[in-house]
């Protein structure tokens, strides 16, 4: 251990404008400054009896190893590595195994199931001789995770794939947080499965993904779950073909062929797990569904109301009549029919903006309101365990948006999962109502700010959550701030999000890449670096930089955080350089 | 009656007039038109067509083939399909030149003197089925009625119709300068990105690219005799334009009606030179570099130096030599005061010369342009230039105002032509956060985000005298690029720099609320033609026009 702590820093101190590309940075890594170039004949041996999408995950490997052909982010591409990757010697192999002996699972199992034990951690070892490299984990969830890591070492230069930094150790690399994610609203503008499948994968080469602890009846049950967010219907379209409810995509979608047909929501859950990543779907309620109306107007209240400013927050007004008995059944069935579609233990019953002037102004609630003899929170309350209930019933995670804890008086189980997105600072105030939480805050990690205006006839209108959130402004977010130390474990992770109002599948790339890796490695490597010394955006932007080139090389329109130059010259553009 | 009753029904739902910039004089009707199957583009009595207007007319067809727009309705156009299918057909638009004697090519007059082109043109498309004209004095005028002619069809089940039949339109533009500025240096650009780029100004008669070609972190032009300035300050010898690509990306806008205005920025954002000439460089790669220039790395042309002004004269005179255009702008921005106290050479050369600073910058700047003028080139400065320094400036030198819109009645006063470039109305790039490293609270030094409508209510003839407004030439939307690269280039330019095109072209006095609905048109039509605009706004909005807005 010495010896190796001792190379790194003699290392560093020789090449201080060497970075490397590992994103997120391993908990724990050692590595070297010796060169090792791949063999032409490099190959990736699975020493057990794996699943297929483990073994297509080794195949999406080694193409990566064959086709990102990255040169390194220095003056002069590495072309004074010339000499050193001549003499380097060649890895023949990288030999993956499990140390576990029990039957391995799907990638796409560990991802979805609630499994006691089972991990994201993975070992990786590169000797810096040439011998053959290891990989080890006690999941083949972990293993895609190490090949992840293993896929980031690597640098082209006339031809020949090497790295630089061998030999690597890393023992038992574990993400910080379980719950690292992404969200994309698919409603306001529609997105095709193919932008959706082409997200996933940028998702994995950054380890998104979520794991969440669950405690059910006293005892601790430990579930490892990946996190795409899907925020799929909203007021504005309704893109969700869901068993039992044609009718709501027949009338909601934006056309026919802006929809998600089950066979879609399928191949996309499939798509993802496979790559790690859960698919935790969301159906807004009871607020954001004027589209509902569309094929079900009985069931919306205020809808299309005008002024729409005074029914809602973004045009079209429309919520779901809450008090309204027939609404209550016609929701739960609703969001039971496709939450038993999933194989996620999560469901997201949303539950943010409520418009109560919009019930006030509608008859048909204050009727209803006056024959049960509820308020309007209580029919909240009544509407919202009705809801939930279909979702237990099917033994899915209610998750839900942080008004329904902070604002409304509802009656939540503590295992509910709380999402924090109006301001950071109201984390601590759900953890004091002793909840689980999930960081959403849109004053770090909503990728839409910043963009101006998007209702009409409003020119010197601006984005409600000005400025623009940097990855810089993200990756200084705290996860545990203000928590007291008995609060710190209601963590579960956090992610970025993609509101669409100003999105379309033309810009999806290049707003959400690279800086969505931001909060990966904020959540997956915690607070300090591999040697101890506290995370920073120094050593972070050449290695995001890093991130950014290979994202582009696979095919994914990252946009370029600063002029080519300052990703070539490590700190040259710092504000204090 | 009835007929009549359920045709201005209909017109409440018809889509906006999607015309981009609006005529400046027009008529329309709503009567249902549709494109025959043999629908043909021809050319009357214009003998020997150049073959860029021949070009233009096979790629308006292609357009009105492959489009296939559907309006933005909600039922994106269904209710329409009974009037279409009883719609007269279509068969023919004629153009002709109204002009005698002979004929120049739309690349010809795309390049000529920017106060004396002539871009109008008179379309009209009876209801009837009978043919259309398209009139124009210039293949360039032809070339912009074709471009509108293409905007105004929809795609309903493989048929091309207009609900809006009969057209009349008599169209010039306000103003003869309509840009763009794309920056090619912080990030680079292939020719495949700038020649989408250029279609997609076409397609909004924009009619000038501004190519900001270099800068202080990269030098990607290839220039005859000084070619090792691309070869050691290109980013790699894959980004570099050849004087090949020069010639063809030149080729390629003049088609469109678009000329290319080059741009070598100096004295100051220079600071690459010093790689192949490091003599005529000072504060190179200074530090701490926010005291040597707004932006790293730090290095500009030692103004003061003869040896150094004769390399910049002679380099300009080069560079000017691969483009056709008669503007060429020697930039003039930014320039960093400490950055020459601090450089010995600098000030021995002034000492030597018994000179000011600025005294030196007027020489320095009297020389580049003397030798643009040589080889007929008239210079385009930033408004530093006009503003900041005693400098003697030709008086048909035009000015770039960038820094504020509140500088232009100083600008006119001094009785400068002018373009506007405002970074308060129309940089693209502000919004994007800081980009500069270890700044984490850093935002972008123009925040906000300079919005479409923002700038389409921009008013080009504020605070001007009556006398002053002739100073205008028109105006420009900007891309720096230190947040952009080919991989945001379409989202984060269009549709926005399409405001300022019908600012620019239509005229001050727009409504936001009636653009909207029309922008979204462009936005939706340039998707079709490849070009990865933003959305504006959710779908929803896009096809219900006016139940976003604010106080709906």
């Not at chain 1, 193409?63 to 990255?70: A, G, H």
């Not at chain 1, 969440?212 to 925020?231: L, P, R």
């Not at chain 1, 920073?536 to 582009?552: E, F, G, I, T």
């Not at chain 2, 790629?59 to 309705?73: E, P, V």
């Given at each position: 251990?010495?010896?190796?702590?001792?190379?790194?820093?003699?290392?560093?101190?020789?090449?201080?404008?060497?970075?490397?590309?590992?994103?997120?940075?391993?908990?724990?890594?050692?590595?070297?400054?010796?060169?090792?170039?791949?063999?032409?004949?490099?190959?990736?041996?699975?020493?057990?009896?794996?699943?297929?999408d483990?073994?297509?995950?080794?195949?999406?490997t080694k193409?990566?190893?064959?086709?990102?052909?990255?040169e390194?982010?220095?003056?002069?591409?590495?072309?004074?590595?010339?000499?050193?990757?001549?003499?380097?010697?060649?890895?023949?192999?990288?030999?993956?195994?499990?140390?576990?002996?029990?039957?391995?699972?799907?990638?796409?199992?560990?991802?979805?199931?609630p499994?006691?034990?089972r991990?994201?951690?993975?070992?990786?070892?590169?000797?810096?001789?040439?011998?053959?490299?290891?990989?080890?984990?006690?999941?083949?969830?972990?293993?895609?995770?190490?090949?992840?890591?293993?896929?980031?070492?690597?640098?082209?230069?006339?031809?020949?794939?090497?790295?630089?930094?061998?030999?690597?150790?890393?023992?038992?690399?574990?993400?910080?947080?379980?719950?690292?994610?992404?969200?994309?609203?698919?409603a306001?503008?529609?997105?095709?499965?193919?932008d959706?499948?082409?997200?996933?994968?940028?998702?994995?080469?950054?380890?998104?993904s979520?794991?969440?602890?669950?405690?059910?009846?006293?005892?601790?049950?430990?579930?490892?779950?990946?996190?795409?967010?899907?925020?799929?219907?909203?007021?504005?379209?309704?893109?969700?073909?869901?068993?039992?409810?044609?009718?709501?995509?027949?009338?909601?979608?934006?056309s026919?062929?802006?929809?998600?047909?089950?066979?879609?929501?399928?191949?996309?859950?499939?798509?993802?797990?496979?790559?790690?990543?859960?698919?935790?779907?969301?159906i807004?309620?009871?607020?954001?569904?004027?589209?509902?109306?569309?094929?079900?107007?009985?069931?919306?209240?205020?809808?299309?109301?005008?002024?729409?400013?005074?029914?809602?927050?973004?045009?079209?007004?429309?919520?779901?009549?809450?008090?309204?008995?027939?609404?209550?059944?016609?929701?739960?069935?609703?969001?039971?029919?496709?939450?038993?579609?999933?194989?996620?233990?999560?469901?997201?019953t949303?539950?943010?903006?409520?418009?109560t002037?919009?019930?006030?102004?509608?008859?048909?609630?204050?009727?209803?309101?006056?024959?049960?003899?509820?308020?309007?929170?209580?029919?909240?309350?009544?509407?919202?365990?009705?809801?939930?209930?279909?979702?237990?019933?099917?033994?899915?995670?209610?998750?839900?948006?942080?008004?329904?804890?902070?604002?409304?008086?509802?009656?939540?189980?503590?295992?509910?999962?709380?999402?924090?997105?109006?301001?950071?600072?109201?984390?601590?105030?759900?953890?004091?109502?002793?909840?689980?939480?999930?960081?959403?805050?849109?004053?770090?990690?909503?990728?839409?700010?910043?963009?101006?205006?998007?209702?009409?006839?409003?020119?010197?209108?601006?984005?409600?959550?000005?400025?623009?959130?940097?990855?810089?402004?993200?990756?200084?977010?705290?996860?545990?701030?203000?928590?007291?130390?008995?609060?710190?474990?209601?963590v579960?992770?956090?992610?970025?999000?993609?509101?669409?109002?100003?999105?379309?599948?033309e810009?999806?790339?290049?707003?959400?890449?690279?800086?969505?890796?931001?909060?990966?490695?904020?959540?997956?490597?915690?607070?300090?670096?591999?040697?101890?010394?506290?995370?920073?955006?120094?050593?972070?932007?050449?290695?995001?930089?890093?991130?950014?080139?290979?994202?582009?090389?696979?095919g994914?329109?990252?946009?370029?955080?600063?002029?080519?130059?300052?990703?070539?010259?490590?700190?040259?553009?710092?504000?204090?350089? | 009656?009835?007929?009549?009753?359920?045709?201005?029904?209909?017109?409440?739902?018809?889509?906006?007039?999607?015309?981009?910039?609006?005529?400046?004089?027009?008529?329309?009707?709503?009567?249902?038109?549709?494109?025959?199957?043999?629908?043909?583009?021809?050319?009357?009595?214009?003998?020997?067509?150049?073959s860029?207007?021949?070009?233009?007319?096979s790629?308006?067809?292609?357009?009105?083939?492959?489009?296939?727009?559907?309006?933005?309705?909600?039922?994106?156009?269904?209710?329409s399909?009974?009037?279409?299918?009883?719609?007269?057909?279509?068969?023919?638009?004629?153009?002709?030149?109204?002009?005698?004697?002979p004929?120049?090519?739309?690349?010809?007059?795309?390049?000529?003197?920017?106060?004396?082109?002539?871009?109008?043109?008179?379309?009209?498309?009876?209801?009837?089925?009978?043919?259309a004209?398209l009139?124009?004095?210039?293949?360039?005028?032809?070339?912009?009625?074709?471009?509108?002619?293409?905007q105004?069809?929809?795609?309903?089940?493989?048929?091309?119709?207009?609900?809006?039949?009969?057209?009349?339109?008599?169209?010039?533009?306000?103003?003869?300068?309509?840009?763009?500025?794309?920056?090619?240096a912080?990030?680079?650009?292939?020719?495949?990105?700038?020649?989408?780029?250029?279609?997609?100004?076409?397609?909004?008669?924009l009619?000038?690219?501004?190519?900001?070609?270099?800068?202080?972190?990269?030098?990607?032009?290839?220039?005859?005799?000084?070619?090792?300035?691309?070869?050691?300050?290109?980013?790699?010898?894959?980004?570099?334009?050849?004087?090949?690509?020069?010639?063809?990306?030149?080729?390629?806008?003049?088609?469109?009606?678009?000329?290319?205005?080059?741009?070598?920025?100096?004295?100051?954002?220079?600071?690459?030179?010093?790689?192949?000439?490091?003599?005529?460089?000072?504060?190179?790669?200074?530090?701490?570099?926010?005291?040597?220039?707004?932006?790293?790395?730090?290095?500009?042309?030692?103004?003061?130096?003869?040896?150094?002004?004769?390399?910049?004269?002679?380099?300009?005179?080069?560079?000017?030599?691969?483009?056709?255009?008669?503007?060429?702008?020697?930039?003039?921005?930014?320039?960093?005061?400490?950055?020459?106290?601090?450089?010995?050479?600098?000030?021995?050369?002034?000492?030597?010369?018994?000179?000011?600073?600025?005294?030196?910058?007027d020489?320095?700047?009297?020389?580049?342009?003397?030798?643009?003028?040589?080889?007929?080139?008239?210079?385009?400065?930033?408004?530093?230039?006009?503003?900041?320094?005693?400098?003697?400036?030709?008086?048909?030198?035009?000015?770039?105002?960038?820094?504020?819109?509140?500088?232009?009645?100083?600008?006119?006063?001094?009785?400068?032509?002018?373009v506007h470039?405002?970074?308060?109305?129309?940089y693209?790039?502000?919004?994007?956060?800081?980009?500069?490293?270890q700044?984490?609270?850093?935002?972008?030094?123009?925040?906000?985000?300079?919005t479409?409508?923002?700038?389409?209510?921009?008013?080009?003839?504020?605070?001007?005298?009556?006398?002053?407004?002739?100073?205008?030439?028109?105006?420009?939307?900007?891309?720096?690029?230190?947040?952009?690269?080919?991989?945001?280039?379409?989202?984060?330019?269009?549709?926005?720099?399409?405001?300022?095109?019908?600012?620019?072209?239509?005229?001050?006095?727009?409504?936001?609320?009636?653009?909207?609905?029309?922008?979204?048109?462009?936005?939706?039509?340039?998707?079709?033609?490849?070009?990865?605009?933003?959305?504006?706004?959710?779908?929803?909005?896009?096809?219900?026009?006016?139940?976003?807005?604010?106080q709906?």
């Open positions: 251990m010495l010896q190796l702590a001792t190379i790194l820093l003699v290392g560093a101190a020789l090449f201080p404008n060497e970075v490397l590309g590992l994103w997120p940075i391993p908990r724990n890594l050692q590595l070297g400054t010796t060169f090792v170039k791949l063999a032409p004949t490099f190959d990736i041996t699975v020493s057990f009896n794996a699943p297929q483990l073994l297509d995950a080794v195949t999406r193409e990566y190893l064959q086709t990102d052909k990255l390194r982010l220095i003056v002069g591409r590495g072309t004074n590595d010339s000499a050193a990757v001549g003499q380097a010697p060649s890895l023949h192999g990288l030999t993956i195994s499990l140390l576990t002996s029990t039957a391995p699972r799907a990638i796409a199992e560990e991802a979805v199931l499994i006691v034990t991990s994201e951690g993975y070992s990786l070892t590169i000797p810096g001789d040439g011998s053959t490299a290891t990989l080890t984990a006690n999941s083949t969830l972990g293993l895609f995770r190490g090949l992840t890591t293993f896929g980031q070492l690597w640098y082209d230069l006339t031809g020949v794939t090497y790295t630089y930094q061998a030999p690597v150790k890393i023992v038992n690399d574990i993400p910080a947080f379980p719950y690292r994610g992404f969200m994309l609203d698919t306001r503008n529609f997105f095709s499965v193919d959706i499948k082409r997200t996933l994968d940028a998702m994995s080469w950054v380890k998104v979520l794991r969440v602890i669950f405690s059910c009846s006293g005892s601790e049950d430990i579930a490892q779950i990946n996190t795409f967010h899907w925020h799929v219907v909203d007021s504005q379209s309704f893109p969700l073909d869901i068993p039992g409810f044609p009718e709501l995509a027949g009338k909601g979608a934006y026919s062929s802006e929809t998600y047909s089950t066979a879609d929501v399928k191949d996309i859950v499939t798509y993802a797990g496979a790559r790690g990543i859960d698919v935790l779907m969301e807004d309620t009871p607020g954001h569904t004027a589209v509902i109306a569309a094929s079900h107007p009985e069931h919306i209240a205020c809808s299309q109301s005008s002024p729409w400013t005074d029914f809602a927050n973004e045009p079209p007004a429309g919520q779901l009549r809450l008090a309204s008995a027939a609404t209550t059944n016609f929701t739960s069935q609703l969001i039971s029919s496709i939450a038993g579609t999933l194989p996620s233990s999560l469901f997201s949303g539950g943010d903006e409520l418009n002037n919009c019930y006030a102004k509608d008859a048909q609630t204050q009727a209803d309101l006056a024959s049960s003899g509820r308020t309007l929170e209580q029919a909240l309350s009544v509407f919202v365990q009705a809801t939930h209930k279909s979702l237990t019933d099917l033994g899915k995670t209610p998750v839900v948006w942080e008004e329904m804890v902070l604002e409304h008086t509802v009656a939540l189980p503590q295992n509910t999962v709380v999402m924090v997105w109006i301001s950071s600072k109201n984390a601590a105030s759900v953890a004091a109502k002793n909840y689980r939480i999930v960081h959403a805050p849109s004053d770090y990690f909503y990728l839409d700010c910043g963009a101006g205006e998007w209702l009409g006839k409003d020119p010197t209108g601006n984005s409600w959550c000005d400025p623009f959130k940097t990855w810089q402004k993200s990756y200084t977010f705290d996860p545990l701030a203000s928590l007291t130390t008995a609060q710190k474990p209601l579960l992770g956090g992610q970025q999000l993609l509101w669409t109002e100003q999105s379309s599948p810009n999806l790339d290049s707003i959400v890449w690279p800086r969505a890796a931001s909060s990966a490695e904020v959540f997956w490597t915690g607070a300090t670096l591999p040697d101890g010394t506290a995370r920073n955006v120094a050593s972070a932007l050449p290695r995001l930089h890093d991130v950014r080139y290979r994202m582009v090389r696979r994914v329109r990252a946009i370029a955080l600063q002029p080519h130059f300052c990703a070539l010259r490590p700190g040259v553009c710092d504000l204090t350089s | 009656m009835l007929p009549a009753i359920a045709l201005s029904v209909l017109l409440t739902v018809t889509p906006a007039f999607a015309l981009w910039p609006l005529p400046r004089e027009y008529s329309t009707g709503n009567t249902p038109l549709r494109l025959s199957s043999s629908f043909s583009i021809k050319l009357s009595g214009i003998s020997q067509a150049p860029d207007l021949k070009a233009a007319v790629r308006t067809s292609t357009y009105l083939r492959k489009d296939k727009l559907q309006a933005l309705l909600p039922d994106r156009g269904a209710s399909a009974s009037a279409i299918r009883g719609a007269k057909s279509l068969s023919s638009l004629t153009l002709s030149l109204t002009t005698k004697g004929v120049k090519s739309i690349s010809e007059e795309a390049v000529a003197d920017i106060e004396s082109r002539v871009e109008g043109y008179t379309l009209t498309i009876p209801a009837d089925g009978s043919g004209s009139k124009a004095n210039s293949t360039l005028g032809l070339f912009r009625g074709l471009t509108t002619f293409s105004l069809w929809y795609d309903w089940d493989g048929t091309t119709y207009t609900l809006q039949a009969p057209f009349n339109i008599v169209d010039s533009p306000a103003y003869p300068y309509r840009g763009l500025m794309l920056d090619t912080r990030n680079y650009f292939p020719v495949a990105d700038i020649k989408r780029t250029l279609d997609a100004m076409s397609w909004v008669k009619n000038t690219f501004h190519w900001h070609v270099v800068d202080s972190q990269s030098f990607p032009l290839v220039v005859p005799g000084y070619t090792e300035l691309a070869e050691h300050g290109a980013y790699s010898a894959d980004m570099v334009y050849s004087q090949n690509d020069v010639k063809d990306i030149v080729a390629y806008a003049a088609a469109r009606g678009i000329d290319v205005m080059p741009e070598i920025d100096t004295p100051g954002h220079t600071a690459i030179i010093a790689r192949s000439h490091p003599e005529h460089i000072a504060c190179f790669e200074a530090s701490p570099w926010t005291s040597f220039a707004n932006e790293p790395p730090t290095g500009q042309l030692r103004l003061a130096s003869s040896a150094t002004t004769n390399f910049t004269t002679d380099l300009l005179k080069s560079v000017a030599s691969l483009f056709k255009s008669k503007l060429f702008s020697t930039g003039g921005d930014e320039l960093n005061a400490n950055c020459y106290t601090q450089d010995k050479e600098t000030q021995a050369d002034l000492a030597a010369q018994h000179k000011t600073l600025e005294q030196a910058l020489t320095f700047t009297q020389a580049t342009h003397a030798g643009l003028r040589e080889v007929g080139k008239r210079a385009v400065v930033w408004e530093e230039m006009v503003l900041d320094h005693s400098v003697t400036l030709a008086n048909n030198t035009i000015a770039l105002v960038w820094i504020s819109s509140d500088h232009v009645s100083a600008v006119a006063e001094k009785g400068y032509k002018l470039a405002a970074s308060d109305y129309f693209l790039d502000c919004g994007g956060g800081g980009w500069v490293g700044n984490v609270l850093g935002n972008s030094w123009c925040d906000p985000f300079k479409w409508q923002k700038a389409y209510s921009f008013n080009p003839i504020a605070n001007l005298t009556e006398e002053q407004s002739k100073l205008v030439l028109g105006g420009q939307h900007l891309l720096w690029t230190e947040q952009s690269s080919p991989s945001n280039l379409d989202p984060i330019v269009w549709p926005r720099a399409a405001s300022a095109a019908e600012v620019f072209w239509s005229g001050p006095g727009g409504n936001v609320g009636m653009a909207l609905p029309r922008l979204h048109d462009v936005s939706f039509r340039f998707n079709q033609r490849g070009v990865k605009t933003i959305a504006l706004q959710p779908l929803y909005c896009a096809l219900r026009p006016g139940k976003c807005d604010l709906a």
